[in-house]
């Protein structure tokens, strides 16, 4: 399954610990490049949190940001009743000395261990954490299979173009040997000395291994129907799909510099065209 490297997609859930969300935002990359940004109370689940993108994702730079609102949070908050009797004592004899000392409430909540939040289980933290992420990882790789989908369209119609290039040279390359044999024969005539035939002969077989591409149509061949043999597979296949590029590249470079005509040569350009937009659309892929 061809899957783009560039995607969106977030989860929410609610839970003891209160509303956890996570967004992921993916772009292409080499490798997998993992940015994630986590509150404090979540930071030990980091490790967790790297392993279960990374058995998911192969490629990409990935930027995971979790929240965790804490409306329910609130609601769980819990007042220290023997924490705040003893200040309460500590106050009222306090008061006898400093007659105009005046307490707040709201003070006696600031203070370190009055108002306490009940714990939440770290298993059942994680385990949130992890399934709003599993959550965001579904839609994010629905998406970039989507997108995928698509890229592998535009490569097809691609690889369609180049095929009939192909095509198209190996139609016309015998009329183009037959084009330097007539214009050998012709410079030859034109020489005040009768050339030697086996000469002639000699200069014409050279002059056509020069100019012969029938091993790099071979090869374009050859590419085409790995490509799309690549295409159909359902690993991460973005790694191949470059060496590929890099291949066919190489091929039409070689068929432009042994060209001897101009539809060989306005093929060879086209050519490279066409490899130059496959090779950015792979660029996006995984």
């Not at 993108?53 to 609601?75: C, F, M």
């Not at 007659?99 to 059942?124: A, K, W």
């Not at 790789?141 to 097809?156: D, N, Y």
């Not at 159909?232 to 001897?260: W, Y």
Request: with cysteine; net charge negative; aromatic share 4%.
């Amino acid at each position: 399954m061809t899957r783009s490297m560039t995607a969106y997609a977030s989860a929410e859930t609610t839970g003891p610990a209160g509303t956890l969300s996570c967004e992921l935002r993916t772009v292409n990359h080499r490798y997998l490049e993992l940015s994630p940004r986590l509150p404090d109370e979540l930071r030990v689940f980091e490790s967790a949190l790297r392993e279960r993108i990374a058995a998911k994702l192969s490629r990409g730079k990935v930027d995971v940001t979790v929240r965790l609102r804490g409306e329910s949070r609130a609601e769980s908050m819990q007042v220290n009743a023997t924490a705040l009797a003893r200040l309460s004592e500590l106050a009222q004899d306090l008061e006898a000395r400093f007659p105009r000392m005046n307490i707040e409430f709201t003070e006696l909540l600031r203070f370190p261990g009055v108002l306490q939040q009940s714990e939440v289980d770290p298993e059942v933290l994680q385990a949130s954490l992890l399934d709003v992420l599993d959550r965001a990882l579904e839609a994010l790789t629905a998406t970039r299979e989507r997108e995928g989908a698509k890229l592998a369209e535009l490569l097809t119609e691609r690889l369609d173009a180049i095929e009939r290039i192909v095509a198209d040279v190996r139609s016309f390359m015998p009329q183009i040997r037959e084009g330097l044999r007539a214009r050998l024969e012709s410079r030859l005539a034109d020489l005040k000395q009768p050339a030697d035939p086996g000469r002639l002969e000699q200069e014409l077989v050279l002059q056509i291994t020069r100019s012969d591409v029938d091993e790099e149509l071979d090869r374009l061949t050859t590419h085409i129907v790995e490509t799309r043999r690549v295409l159909s597979t359902k690993e991460p296949v973005g790694r191949r799909l470059d060496f590929l590029m890099q291949e066919f590249n190489r091929e039409a470079n070689t068929l432009g510099s042994k060209a001897v005509d101009v539809r060989s040569t306005n093929a060879a350009v086209d050519l490279k065209v066409l490899i130059e937009q496959m090779r950015e659309q792979v660029q996006n892929i995984e």
